[in-house]
């Protein structure tokens, strides 16, 4: 599956908001999006009006750059949450919660979910007592998401001790943050989700299609 090689800052100016590709370096005033508030290119400073359909791309685009899925995965959660009955939107972004690399970096092992996904693929975590190191891990509730014993002295692990500490948990998730082990207590809603984004253009996006 092709990667995205460039920069990842420019992701974010060219959606107009942070999307915490870079972990704390967004907290900082480094953030390109402080320094250069336009997208990337030679004419980005140019705002010009998008389109209805260019709206609905863009709505698109910044989730799935969110979540750091590719796009064939984005779909298939987008049908999977369509299928089931209920809101389609809110099904689809509890998917995308529910990635045990989203749960590791809601957990704060990682400063960004690019940084949670290396972890899982290193094969730090555990699932119920059992080693997953497969991002797109699906995560239910009842689940107890923990970093491998054997590897809580890590280099890694306790590079992000601090991070840790001062991590602001999700509320569908009880975390255990001295035993580095965490709870799905429920299922996520749309509302503990921060990203600002219209999701029922997405829903109208794919509609079409």
């Given at each position: 599956?092709?990667?995205?090689?460039?920069?990842?800052?420019?992701?974010?100016?060219?959606?107009?908001?942070?999307?915490?590709?870079?972990?704390?370096?967004?907290?900082?005033?480094?953030?390109?999006?402080?320094?250069?508030?336009?997208?990337?290119?030679?004419?980005?400073?140019?705002?010009?009006?998008?389109?209805?359909?260019?709206?609905?791309?863009?709505?698109?685009?910044?989730?799935?750059?969110?979540?750091?899925?590719?796009?064939?995965?984005?779909?298939?959660?987008?049908?999977?949450?369509?299928?089931?009955?209920?809101?389609?939107?809110?099904?689809?972004?509890?998917?995308?919660?529910?990635?045990?690399d989203n749960v590791a970096y809601r957990m704060g092992i990682g400063t960004s979910r690019r940084e949670s996904?290396?972890?899982?693929?290193?094969?730090?975590?555990?699932?119920?007592?059992?080693?997953?190191?497969?991002?797109?891990?699906?995560?239910?509730?009842?689940?107890?998401?923990?970093?491998?014993?054997?590897?809580?002295d890590n280099a890694a692990i306790k590079k992000l001790a601090?991070?840790?500490?001062?991590?602001?948990?999700?509320?569908?998730?009880?975390?255990?943050?001295?035993?580095?082990?965490?709870?799905?207590?429920?299922?996520?809603?749309?509302?503990?989700?921060?990203?600002?984004?219209?999701?029922?253009?997405?829903?109208?996006?794919?509609?079409?299609?």
């Amino acid at each position: 599956m092709a990667r995205y090689t460039g920069a990842q800052c420019k992701k974010c100016r060219r959606e107009g908001q942070k999307l915490f590709l870079k972990g704390e370096r967004c907290l900082t005033g480094k953030c390109s999006i402080d320094r250069r508030n336009y997208a990337p290119g030679q004419h980005g400073a140019n705002k010009s009006k998008l389109s209805e359909y260019g709206l609905q791309l863009r709505a698109k685009q910044k989730t799935k750059i969110y979540y750091g899925v590719s796009e064939s995965q984005f779909r298939k959660y987008y049908e999977v949450a369509f299928r089931k009955n209920g809101v389609t939107s809110d099904l689809l972004f509890g998917l995308l919660e529910t990635r045990l690399d989203n749960v590791a970096y809601r957990m704060g092992i990682g400063t960004s979910r690019r940084e949670s996904r290396q972890l899982v693929n290193y094969g730090m975590l555990t699932v119920n007592g059992k080693t997953v190191n497969v991002p797109s891990y699906q995560v239910k509730v009842g689940d107890v998401v923990a970093v491998r014993a054997e590897k809580k002295d890590n280099a890694a692990i306790k590079k992000l001790a601090d991070f840790i500490k001062t991590k602001n948990v999700v509320s569908w998730i009880e975390m255990d943050k001295d035993k580095l082990e965490a709870k799905i207590v429920r299922v996520p809603q749309r509302e503990d989700v921060d990203l600002e984004v219209a999701e029922n253009l997405i829903i109208e996006l794919y509609s079409k299609q």
